[in-house]
């Protein structure tokens, strides 16, 4: 069974702060990685993609993967409420199957 | 350029039961996945369609079938409704190639009560 791991949370940071998402996986195999943010009573969209080990910036949000360690996270800079959401890791397997953490609430008070 | 669209948005059906949800995927993308997330968990994988074929499957019973048309939208079947079977369920077209076919466009997705 492969396995996608994340801790449910919540994580509650203040605004302006550093929110930083974590996730393990359990296939050694995976190549690509992806970070999708969900908000209450939406669907996913997509936010990060990170494919080579190393950290992967865009805007606000950085992408860290550590294949060794089989390892992904999400930081966050400058935290804002609107940032509140569920951060979903995915990671792509074979079967063209994309398996999903529970994902992490994350809380950005004002 | 429109998106994915899924309907119906609610639903709700009883024990025994046929439902059948429809997606309509984004201009481009020729792959459709399936996805079923129950309250407070991650989407899990139920299939995907390429060229009007089934292009992958994860652990759901031969109950949950599906369909892709020429023009790329799919329909998600699921016969003989159990109580666990609600939930939403997420449609996601991507486009073709190894690079895009995991970049996922979701639609707003269609929850299923089942009584």
């Known amino acids: 069974q492969k396995e996608v791991e994340q801790n449910s949370g919540p994580l509650s940071v203040p605004e302006g702060a550093i929110a930083s998402l ?23 969209e997509l936010i990060m993609s990170i494919y080579s080990n190393g950290d992967k910036e865009d805007g606000r949000f950085t992408a860290q993967l550590n294949k060794a360690s089989q390892y992904v996270s999400l930081l966050i800079r400058d935290s804002q409420p609107s940032d509140s959401a569920t951060y979903l890791c995915a990671v792509h397997n074979a079967g063209n199957m994309l398996t999903f953490g529970g994902g992490t609430r994350l809380m950005v008070k004002p | 350029e429109t998106g994915v669209t899924q309907s119906p948005t609610h639903l709700i059906k009883t024990r025994g039961q046929q439902v059948t949800l429809r997606c309509s995927s984004q201009s481009g993308h020729n792959t459709v996945s399936w996805y079923q997330q129950a309250l407070g968990q991650g989407p899990q994988f139920i299939f995907q369609y390429y060229r009007e074929e089934e ?41 073709s190639g190894r690079s895009g076919a995991n970049v996922l466009t979701f639609g707003a997705g269609s929850r299923l009560t089942v009584l």
Do not use: I
Request: glycine share 8%; charged share 15%; net charge neutral.
């Open chain 1, 22 to 44: 974590n996730c393990t996986y359990s296939d050694r195999g995976s190549q690509s990685f992806f970070w999708y943010r969900q908000y209450s009573g939406k669907s996913p």
């Open chain 2, 55 to 95: 292009n992958g499957r994860g652990n759901f019973p031969p109950r949950f079938s599906g369909l892709q048309f020429p023009n790329y939208s799919s329909e998600l079947n699921v016969n003989a409704l159990e109580l666990d079977d609600s939930a939403l369920y997420l449609c996601a077209s991507s486009p």
